[in-house]
């Protein structure tokens, strides 16, 4: 006689059973997918996925506005930064084709006029962190080998005409916006030549802690994520069985991480917050970490907003165009002080 599975949890429609198994079904009915189109155009951009590491088979999608497809960059004319991409969902939830980012990600190219590369890292609980990390330190490496390339066997076309591989920033939201954390730092410390990080930008940025901070207590029965959630997310991404949330891939603010940042020397940051998101006290917890560590963090909060920003979807349009508006003059800001710094 079978014997029946332990339901251990249920995030987002991925049931954890206490044996290991996990179901996605309800999962990809939630979250649907959108295919890259390399032939027309969506939102201001076409798109292609490559896979940047054969071993893990982690691939990403690429995003090219439409202005820049129109045209073969020449000696001389302008380049597109390159904006690193890394999506939501916990760890464990969304993907780079899901519908809410592939639309995002099109409308953040076309209409910053940047080259978007949006990570498809692997998810937990299949595949626990640092994973996450890893893919995405994975294509960053990838993007270093094309702007070394000279071949034009496995050259990235899009990237070979149209990519300022000295403009390149990393953005992510909620726990994209914890990879950001950590890979500025990891970047910073291990160099990327020939790439140059001009920026870090954290959306809503996903940490955690041990210890109930503030904003937890009072929002932590938010109906779009409760703190419960949050925990389970935790549970089944972190590590290893018995690691619990002070783990510095949780809390990131720990006495390791501060000798790492007063070590290395950071790209300017942008933090987007909402004043009622749950995490709001451990988000303003890093900006001032960060500051302390003697880097630029410039904060950007919205009253009244929870764990949602740039979505007009499920936003006031008159924020979320501000929000876009102040991303675009953070982007050329970076890029106008690299210019100082190289004619300096």
């Not at 997310?233 to 603010?253: I, K």
Request: with cysteine.
């Amino acid at each position: 006689m079978a014997i029946a599975r332990e339901l251990k949890c249920e995030l987002f429609g991925v049931k954890v059973y206490s044996d290991g198994f996990i179901d996605r079904t309800q999962h990809d009915e939630l979250f649907p997918t959108a295919s890259a189109n390399a032939q027309q155009a969506y939102l201001g951009a076409y798109s292609k996925d490559v896979v940047v590491d054969s071993s893990t088979g982690c691939w990403a999608r690429i995003f090219l506005p439409e202005s820049a497809a129109a045209s073969q960059a020449q000696a001389g004319e302008k380049r597109l930064p390159v904006l690193f991409f890394y999506h939501g969902g916990g760890f464990v939830v969304c993907s780079a084709a899901s519908v809410w980012y592939h639309d995002f990600c099109s409308k953040l190219a076309g209409g910053a006029e940047v080259i978007v590369i949006s990570v498809d890292y692997r998810l937990a609980p299949e595949h626990k962190l640092p994973a996450p990390f890893d893919d995405c330190i994975a294509a960053l490496r990838w993007l270093q080998q094309q702007a070394q390339a000279t071949g034009s066997d496995w050259k990235e076309p899009w990237l070979s005409s149209h990519a300022d591989f000295c403009n390149c920033f990393l953005m992510g939201d909620s726990a994209g916006g914890n990879i950001v954390a950590h890979l500025g730092v990891r970047a910073a410390s291990e160099g990327v030549h020939p790439l140059h990080i001009s920026g870090l930008i954290l959306v809503i940025p996903f940490f955690g802690g041990v210890e109930r901070s503030n904003s937890e207590i009072l929002y932590g029965d938010n109906v779009k994520m409760t703190l419960q959630d949050t925990d389970n997310f935790w549970a089944v991404s972190l590590p290893a069985e018995g690691a619990d949330r002070s783990h510095p891939y949780c809390t990131f603010c720990t006495p390791e991480t501060r000798a790492l940042l007063q070590s290395v020397k950071l790209p300017p940051s942008l933090v987007v917050i909402g004043s009622e998101d749950l995490m709001y006290d451990r988000q303003i917890q890093y900006v001032e970490f960060v500051r302390e560590a003697g880097h630029s963090v410039t904060l950007l909060e919205y009253p009244q907003y929870d764990h949602a920003i740039l979505y007009p979807e499920v936003n006031n349009a008159e924020d979320v165009a501000d929000a876009y508006s102040r991303l675009k003059e953070f982007l050329a800001k970076c890029m106008g002080e690299l210019i100082l710094t190289e004619t300096e």
